[in-house]
């Protein structure tokens, strides 16, 4: 059976055979959910509390013949009502090629359902080279929904912002106020710098997020209080409106509610809304 062959069966079998779904969603305000879709080598992973070495296949069935599978983990997300889609390319984030080839398949699919927001993270610097400003032009050019984040752990300094090839204007781009364990994470720059940076730029979309917390389905006070500090903190800078995003340790729709109240927009959502991993 040829590469081709071999992907338009898992399609067709991944489409057919989705997870059904996942018992005590059904109370969730979908429409405040993005679906994050960690992927390392063409797979889809399950992200815990950021230790990327440690990361292992996305089970959906019982035999784990789906383990990885994009394409299943993406069906299984719209089977659930979830129509935002937030896709982190950790082998771009850890400094190797960006995984083209699964980025356009995924947006494919996603295409074809129509209403469909969508970010990815490719971890970017400022430092890139021509060929990934070629392709994100044209996956920017194709994809009008898609937009790409920019984030205080990846971006050297402000002007590393500044570098982004020219489909990416503010109303393309999501910045991310990335933290471990409370601490500020960034190479450079202060939070204030940062949150400075988003209110000059009229940066529209924002993320809070606490790496520490990710795929741990922990729940916990501390992250919607770190999302009250610094919504506060941008807000007595009387800078234009933004729309912000969280998560990490969401649990259930009290914890999405419990984000909402806190300020956010909408919430990454992962581990809460599959079968269990271990």
């Known amino acids: 059976m040829s590469g081709g062959d071999a992907k338009t069966t898992e399609d067709q079998r991944t489409q057919a055979d989705a997870a059904a779904p996942v018992p005590g969603t059904a109370s969730w305000d979908l429409t405040r959910c993005?679906?994050?879709?960690?992927?390392?080598?063409?797979?889809?992973?399950?992200?815990?509390a950021g230790h990327r070495e440690s990361y292992r296949p996305i089970r959906l069935s019982a035999d784990a013949s789906d383990a990885g599978s994009v394409i299943a983990l993406t069906d299984h997300y719209l089977r659930l009502g979830l129509r935002q889609f937030y896709l982190a390319d950790l082998d771009s984030l850890c400094g190797h090629e960006p995984q083209w080839p699964t980025l356009r398949r995924i947006l494919r699919h996603l295409a074809i359902q129509g209403g469909i927001r969508g970010w990815i993270?490719?971890?970017?610097?400022?430092q890139e080279p021509p060929e990934?400003?070629?392709?994100?032009?044209?996956?920017?050019?194709?994809?009008?929904?898609?937009?790409?984040?920019?984030?205080?752990?990846?971006?050297?300094?402000?002007?590393?912002?500044?570098?982004?090839?020219?489909?990416?204007?503010?109303?393309?781009?999501?910045?991310?106020?990335?933290?471990?364990?409370?601490?500020?994470?960034?190479?450079?720059?202060?939070l204030q710098q940062w949150l400075e940076t988003v209110q000059q730029q009229s940066i529209d979309t924002a993320i809070i997020l606490d790496v520490a917390q990710v795929g741990t389905a922990s729940g916990g006070s501390d992250p919607m209080q770190l999302c009250r500090d610094v919504i506060g903190q941008y807000q007595t800078m009387g800078g234009p409106a933004v729309r912000w995003i969280s998560g990490g340790g969401v649990r259930n729709a009290d914890d999405v509610r419990n984000f909402v109240d806190a300020g956010c927009d909408a919430v990454l959502v992962a581990t809460a809304m599959l079968p269990p991993q271990d």
């Open 121 to 126: 993270d490719l971890g970017w610097t400022g």
């Open 132 to 190: 990934i400003h070629s392709e994100v032009s044209r996956i920017s050019r194709q994809y009008g929904w898609v937009r790409w984040v920019m984030a205080s752990e990846s971006l050297a300094n402000v002007d590393a912002l500044q570098k982004r090839c020219p489909p990416i204007g503010t109303d393309r781009m999501v910045f991310s106020f990335d933290f471990r364990g409370g601490e500020f994470w960034s190479r450079g720059p202060s």
């Open 34 to 48: 993005v679906a994050v879709l960690d992927l390392a080598d063409h797979q889809a992973v399950h992200a815990v």
